[in-house]
């Protein structure tokens, strides 16, 4: 499992995320986002493309994470 300074490490807050993820999705990338649960500290990543959401659900534990207070961040494809 990944420490808890680690997965803070891995995540960045969320309106930094989603304003550099938009000019990125304007100039042609694909964006997949990506969050850290915060009750069991696996990493997810959302299977909808450019599209950031406020919560994610867990698929390791069901635990729902409110992005927003706890960050994410991304993974481009050009």
């Given at each position: 499992?990944v ?7 891995l995540?960045?807050p ?65």
């Open positions: 499992m420490s808890k300074r680690k997965m803070n490490e995540n960045h969320f309106y930094e995320v989603a304003e550099k993820a938009t000019e990125l999705v304007n100039n042609g990338a694909t964006v997949y986002f990506k969050f850290t649960c915060q009750k069991c500290g696996s990493r997810q990543t959302f299977d909808v493309p450019n599209t950031l959401f406020k919560e994610g659900t867990c698929e390791e534990c069901g635990a729902t994470t409110n992005l927003e207070k706890t960050g994410c961040n991304y993974v481009l494809i050009v």
